[in-house]
């Protein structure tokens, strides 16, 4: 993590603070039409096989018609070459053998506030994440990983499950940079032991990076890890007598909190999508 990385992306607007205190979560986002599409026909409740395929993350609809002529594509058992052709939902359409989901992959950036629980729903009746992505999208998303309440900052939703699983898996290492704010200044010999390893009830843990802010006070530093245990960062901090009076994550897996105001959302570019399918343990 170099300071240039963190201090020039890391510090959320204060338009961002302003809308989110507003109550105006989700309001001024992108426009999400042209991110979604609706799988079956509105009317016939079929659709083209071609787009089943597409929507199933396979290829484009051009290139699934010519699959589809070739034979790769199966629908009950038995291969279909005829161009047009319609499918139902609750057909079993397979590709080269592989069963396929026609739910088109959807993948949000949420710039979570304080006081949302990160859950699909919660039994305490508590807010949750889900509200400030209400008016995305139709189709189900879930949280990759996981904020806890008073933590604020970048979080992913998405109905791509593999990909969820690759960014969560431990062996992935998937970067993390988060901006602490402590009670009180944080010591040159404890930043120096946080370099070196804090051992912790369930382990030794290691930073990958950590540094005093620029022009800030001693007691605000950045964070870069890779561990994605329960509460980590502030496990870290606390276990050398310190409190962790906010915690922002700034960087999730390369992407940014830029131009995203505190409780707004958008969709991530295309461009994004491949670079998170191309992370690496």
């Not at 305490?124 to 995305?136: D, F, H, P």
């Given at each position: 993590m170099s300071r240039s990385d963190y201090n020039g992306e890391g510090k959320s607007s204060g338009r961002g603070a302003g809308n989110y205190r507003k109550k105006s979560y989700a309001r001024g986002n992108a426009?999400?039409?042209k991110h979604r599409e609706v799988n079956p026909s509105l009317n016939s409740g079929l659709i083209r096989l071609n787009k089943y395929v597409a929507n199933s993350g396979v290829c484009s609809r051009r290139e699934a018609d010519t699959y589809i002529a070739a034979g790769n594509v199966t629908v009950n058992g038995k291969p279909v070459t005829e161009m047009g052709h319609k499918v139902s939902l609750t057909d079993e359409v397979r590709f080269d053998g592989r069963l396929l989901n026609p739910e088109k992959k959807e993948y949000i950036l949420l710039n979570k506030p304080k006081n949302f629980i990160t859950t699909t729903k919660d039994e305490?009746?508590?807010?949750?994440?889900?509200?400030?992505?209400?008016?995305?999208t139709k189709s189900r998303l879930v949280p990759v990983g996981r904020l806890d309440r008073n933590t604020t900052g970048l979080l992913l939703f998405t109905n791509d499950g593999d990909l969820a699983k690759k960014l969560t898996h431990p062996r992935h290492g998937v970067r993390k940079i988060y901006h602490v704010e402590l009670n009180k200044n944080l010591k040159t010999e404890d930043l120096h032991k946080i370099q070196e390893g804090v051992m912790l009830e369930d382990g030794l843990i290691k930073v990958d990076e950590i540094s005093y802010l620029n022009n800030a006070p001693k007691k605000?530093?950045?964070?870069?890890?890779?561990?994605?245990?329960?509460?980590i960062v502030r496990r870290i901090f606390e276990q050398?007598?310190?409190?962790?009076v906010k915690l922002d994550r700034v960087i999730f897996a390369n992407l940014t909190k830029k131009d995203l105001p505190r409780g707004h959302w958008r969709p991530l570019t295309d461009q994004e999508v491949i670079n998170l399918g191309m992370v690496q343990s």
């Open positions: 426009p999400v039409k305490k009746g508590r807010r949750t994440v889900m509200e400030l992505i209400s008016n995305a605000e530093v950045g964070v870069e890890i890779h561990s994605g245990k329960n509460r050398l007598g310190y409190e962790v």
